[in-house]
């Protein structure tokens, strides 16, 4: 199992951009895919962005596809969501997740990630 800590997030105006950090503790982390989710008041989880462990593949929701960007430092046990052109739609509690070592399903559902962070809030302002 590995334990997850957001951290980053904020009150920020349309345009601006923020980076969320997530660190993880615990074994086999570069054996396992990363994903970023959020949810936002009455509205369910949904999938932001996924690196796989190798790094070679990334996934995004087609909502921020252009605007964010998710990478990894495996040696520092580290992901990160690097957000620009925020809009008011983006806010949310944004989570970080983590899928068991080795796992080859989708990144896009929630299903498949086995641990999760307590979650860190973006508001965006108009």
């Known amino acids: 199992q590995v334990q997850l800590v957001e951290s980053g997030g904020g009150l920020v105006q349309a345009g601006d951009s923020l980076r969320l950090s997530c660190a993880a503790s615990?074994?086999?982390?570069?054996?396992?895919?990363m994903g970023w989710f959020r949810q936002a008041p009455g509205k369910e989880r949904e999938f932001v962005a996924a690196?796989?462990?190798?790094?070679?593949?990334?996934y995004y929701a087609d909502s921020v596809k252009g605007r964010f960007a998710i990478s990894r430092d495996n040696a520092k046990n580290m992901v990160y969501l690097q957000m620009n052109s925020l809009k008011p739609e983006d806010t949310a509690a944004y989570s970080c997740?983590?899928?068991?070592?080795?796992?080859?399903?989708?990144?896009?559902?929630?299903?498949?990630?086995?641990?999760w962070g307590q979650g860190t809030q973006v508001t965006v302002s108009s």
């Open positions: 997740a983590a899928t068991a070592p080795f796992w080859g399903g989708s990144a896009y559902l929630a299903a498949e990630y086995n641990d």
């Open positions: 615990g074994p086999l982390f570069v054996r396992k895919t």
């Open positions: 690196i796989t462990r190798s790094l070679d593949d990334t």
